[in-house]
C-alpha cells in the first residue's frame, strides 16, 4: 500500500516535469517562430 503510494507521487513528480518540459519548448518554439 505505502509502495503503491509512492510510486504514484513520483509518477506524478515525473509527469510534471515531461509536461514542464514540453510546454517550454512549445512556448520557446513560438518564441523563435
Not at 503503491?4 to 515525473?14: D, P, T
Amino acid at each position: 500500500m505505502y509502495l503503491g503510494m509512492m510510486f504514484e507521487v513520483n509518477l506524478l513528480k515525473i509527469i510534471q516535469k515531461v509536461s514542464l518540459k514540453f510546454v517550454g519548448n512549445i512556448v520557446i518554439w513560438v518564441i523563435i517562430k
